[in-house]
């Protein structure tokens, strides 16, 4: 079974500049989630989209975050612009609709702003 | 408001020693606690779990402990081996907030040889 796969694996940006990132969960996956960790801290959670709704986006910062998933599979994730505080590997999990409180995770897109 | 700490960002270990890792929450509402261990450029992996009904679980040489009252749980890694050494994250979950994960701060534990 193909895990969660992300791209970019590393991007560096300037402050103001735009920048996506990518994300296809495991096949099947229903839940999908997009994490910032931020150096020294747990993941935090950013958005968790059920198919291609939203459940919680309670903490994304809307001012200058988007994310869709379009299709109910891949999500991209958009920061426009980037601060510097923006710094920090961007995770995406999924997990499936049985009930499972587990959720697997990409390898991240490490974001550094300059 | 940080409702899962881990108190210990490092632990260093001899192998075949035991490694044991804390974490406490503050919020009752929690009904499902994880372990994830992080390797450097990799994603978080689940290591093990535990439900609130049960006081204990154990998979090979890895032990969640779970003190509800105490809103405390530790995971046990015996006999600690050099793979071990990572960074791992204790996580915990509620069904009536849709099962989302509430990260601690991590722990990273160092297995020498």
């Known amino acids: 079974e193909a895990g969660v796969a992300q791209s970019p694996r590393y991007k560096i940006i300037e402050k103001r500049q735009s920048v996506a990132f990518w994300c296809n969960p495991i096949?099947?996956?229903?839940?999908l989630y997009w994490y910032q960790q931020i150096l020294g801290q747990g993941p935090k959670l950013l958005i968790q989209f059920q198919n291609n709704g939203v459940v919680d986006d309670s903490q994304l910062p809307k001012d200058r975050f988007s994310a869709e998933r379009l299709k109910g599979v891949d999500s991209t994730l958009k920061i426009q612009p980037a601060k510097l505080e923006d710094s920090a590997v961007y995770l995406c999990?999924?997990?499936?609709?049985?009930?499972?409180?587990?959720?697997?995770f990409g390898p991240g897109t490490r974001l550094t702003v300059t | 408001d940080q409702q899962v700490k881990q108190n210990s960002p490092s632990l260093s270990v001899q192998e075949g020693r035991i490694s044991i890792l804390n974490c406490d929450y503050t919020?009752?509402?929690?009904?499902?606690f994880l372990w994830y261990k992080k390797y450097p450029a990799e994603g978080p992996t689940f290591l093990i779990s535990?439900?609130?009904?049960?006081d204990k679980n154990e998979d090979g040489r890895f032990t969640v402990f779970l003190n509800k009252s105490a809103k405390h749980l530790s995971l046990h890694i015996v006999p600690s081996q050099p793979g071990d050494s990572a960074v791992y994250f204790c996580a915990a979950s509620a069904k009536a907030a849709g099962n989302k994960l509430t990260f601690g701060g991590g722990t990273r534990v160092l297995v020498k040889p």
């Open positions: 535990i439900s609130s009904i049960k």
């Open positions: 096949s099947g996956h229903a839940t």
């Open positions: 919020n009752s509402m929690f009904d499902y």
């Open positions: 999990a999924s997990s499936s609709l049985r009930g499972t409180y587990e959720q697997y």
